[in-house]
């Protein structure tokens, strides 16, 4: 079964220090990759996607993101932090591939800055 | 802000009630999708449209119903509600339906069933 993974309920960080938030797959193919991130109280924004092309994509906030095929990866960073990054991040695949186009969610991970 | 509208943004109603959500796209955007959350289940896909047609069906009950209308805003129908139903209910559009769009999320409504 197509499934994505968020090992990690939650994430801390000291503010200042690099951030890695956890994303795996198991999806056939050569699926699409994104990342969201939930404020309280508020929608999923989109932060960034990967379609093809460089296994590092940057978007919004300044987050990164690095796509590695081999180890179905597609893990979230950030080289320093901020307590305003302080938010729940979600990990989301699409498929490319059959007729079902909706996309696979992560469970999310509460990321924690610190001050 | 996303440029995706959502209505009300809070609902509080009783057991066996009906209730109403409302959603309008970003100006474009001819996708539409409907999403659950809550503590204990996370993010639930419930259903999508496109221009009009239902496309794709996620962990929607029977007791749910939803349309997309001709002016492409959508309505989310919740019926015989229960305790359990209460949670956010998110709406998000898309320009397309490929498997690349991105998806842009509204603020939410805010449902207690009492």
């Known amino acids: 079964a197509q499934s994505v993974a968020q090992p990690e309920d939650q994430v801390n960080v000291a503010e200042g220090n690099p951030l890695t938030v956890k994303c795996t797959y198991s999806?056939?193919?050569?699926?699409?990759l994104f990342w969201y991130v939930q404020y309280p109280n508020r929608g999923l924004q989109f932060l960034l996607k990967?379609?093809?092309?460089d296994n590092l994509v940057k978007g919004s906030y300044g987050f990164e993101a690095e796509f590695n095929k081999s180890q179905t990866s597609f893990h979230l960073k950030k080289p320093s932090a901020l307590v305003s990054d302080s938010a729940l991040y979600f990990c989301?695949?699409?498929?490319?591939?059959?007729?079902?186009?909706?996309?696979?969610w992560g469970l999310g991970t509460s990321l924690a800055v610190n001050p | 802000d996303s440029g995706v509208t959502q209505t009300p943004k809070h609902l509080i109603t009783a057991t066996g009630q009906r209730v109403t959500l409302r959603c309008s796209p970003r100006?474009?955007?001819?996708?539409v999708y409907w999403y659950q959350q809550s503590l204990d289940q996370g993010l639930q896909f419930l259903i999508q449209?496109?221009?009009?047609?239902?496309?794709a069906k996620g962990n929607i009950l029977e007791r749910f119903s939803a349309q997309q209308f001709p002016d492409l805003h959508s309505e989310l129908n919740l019926s015989s509600l229960e305790l359990g139903d209460s949670a956010l209910y998110f709406c998000?559009?898309?320009?397309?339906?490929?498997?690349?769009?991105?998806?842009?999320f509204g603020p939410g409504t805010r449902l207690t069933v009492l």
């Open positions: 999806v056939s193919g050569n699926p699409y």
């Open positions: 989301a695949v699409s498929p490319n591939a059959g007729n079902n186009r909706k996309l696979i």
């Open positions: 998000a559009s898309s320009v397309r339906e490929g498997y690349s769009d991105t998806q842009y």
């Open positions: 990967y379609i093809t092309g």
């Open positions: 449209y496109y221009n009009g047609e239902e496309r």
């Open positions: 100006s474009g955007d001819l996708s």
